[in-house]
C-alpha cells in the first residue's frame, strides 16, 4: 500500500466484485453511465510490473467487465484505456460509449461536443451481468 495513492486508500468509485488480485468499481462520470474500473489491488504502476498469471487475470477480468456492458447497455463502442498518468496505481477504465453522449466520438474527457448526458434504460441490471461475466473465470 502506497499511503499517498488516492486508489490505496479509497476503492476508486462504487466496489461492484473483488479478488485477491483486483476490483471492479462502478465510476460516477456524468454523461457516462456503465463507465467502470478494473483496479488491480495491490500498487504498482504498470502491466509490465506484473507476473505473466496476474496479467492474463487483469484482462480476463477487463474482457468480462466489457462483455458485460456490451451486453447490459450495447453502446456503438467501448473505450478501455489504463493511462495512470494522474494516479500512477494500475487501473483500466471500461467505458461503453454511445453516439449521443456529450464527447462522442472525442475521448470521454475531450471536449463536449453536444449538451445533456446519456441516459440508458437498463443500468441497473449492469451489476448482475458483471457479477455473471465474473463467475466464468
Known sequence: MNTGCELCLRPGGTLIWRDNRCRVVAVDEPGHPGFCRVI????????????????????????????????TL?????????LGNMVAHLHWHVIPRFHDDPQFPQPVWGQRQREGPAIRPGTGHLVAAVLRELQRL
Request: with cysteine; hydrophobic share 50%; glycine share 0%.
Open 74 to 82: 450495447q453502446p456503438a463502442k467501448i473505450n478501455l484505456a489504463s
Open 40 to 71: 488491480w489491488n495491490n500498487h504498482i504502476a504498470e502491466m509490465s510490473d506484473l507476473a505473466a498469471d496476474d496479467r492474463a487475470h487483469c484482462m480476463a477480468v477487463v474482457n468480462a467487465v466489457e462483455l458485460a456492458l456490451r451486453e
